[in-house]
């Protein structure tokens, strides 16, 4: 599927920082979807998006899909040590079809 | 809820043999499965749409003939990689189609 851009590629985080990644697309998405994999692993559903303008949070965790529906963020508050990993944007259309964006890895800033 | 499983996690085999993953939902059923590629430090790319009792999607560059796609059951999808080589090596993911994607764990190929 067609790749999303995600942004930044990596980022280092302190322990109580707020951190944030978005992703941007070429064209519209009925569905936004975060998730985040640690290594080894399959990927985690984070956060599921499927209104333009919705602004959904989870825990520590908020994502907005973008009124245009090309866009979405998500946003980590209060980051801990745990939240090291690969989050990973998604969005599908009509078929259910995820296209996935290159994926942002957190670091722990030593 | 949304469970998804992958067996076996890790398999090594031999040149030119095949290998068998199984990718099951647990506590759903599904219609609609995914096979994914993840090479290391990359995204996930799409392989095929498994649909149950129906041939599988496979996406372009794929070959169907080397990854077999069977998805007899409402819970039960299997992929095989025949005639193994080591550019076959990666990291294999399932996800089941429910009012989302949900991933499986996945399996790790090497093959030598």
């Known amino acids: 599927g067609q790749q999303l851009n995600q942004s930044p590629q990596s980022m280092f985080i302190q322990e109580g920082e707020d951190v944030s990644m978005n992703c941007t697309s070429s064209s519209i998405f009925n569905t936004w979807l975060w998730y985040k994999q640690d290594p080894g692993e399959g990927p985690v559903l984070l956060i599921a998006l499927y209104k333009a303008g919705e602004l959904t949070s989870n825990g520590r965790l908020t994502a907005q899909f973008g009124t245009t529906r090309k866009d979405s963020f998500l946003n980590i508050s209060a980051s801990i040590p745990s939240d090291v990993g690969i989050y990973f944007c998604?969005?599908?259309?009509?078929?259910?079809?995820?296209?996935f964006g290159a994926g942002t890895t957190v670091t722990v800033r030593a | 809820g949304a469970v998804v499983s992958q067996h076996p996690s890790r398999v090594i085999c031999k040149s030119g043999t095949s290998v068998k993953i199984e990718c099951r939902s647990l506590?759903?059923?599904?219609?609609?499965m995914f096979w994914y590629r993840q090479f290391p430090k990359q995204s996930l790319m799409l392989m095929a749409t498994s649909n149950e009792g129906s041939k599988a999607t496979y996406e372009q560059g794929v070959e169907k003939d080397k990854f077999l796609i069977n998805h007899a059951s409402l819970t039960l999808s299997t992929l095989t990689v025949t005639s193994a080589h080591p550019e076959d090596s990666s990291f294999y993911i399932c996800?089941?189609?429910?009012?989302?994607?949900?991933f499986g764990p996945g399996t790790r190929l090497t093959v030598l």
């Open positions: 506590d759903f059923q599904a219609t609609t």
């Open positions: 998604a969005g599908s259309r009509n078929d259910y079809k995820l296209s």
């Open positions: 996800s089941a189609s429910l009012d989302t994607q949900y």
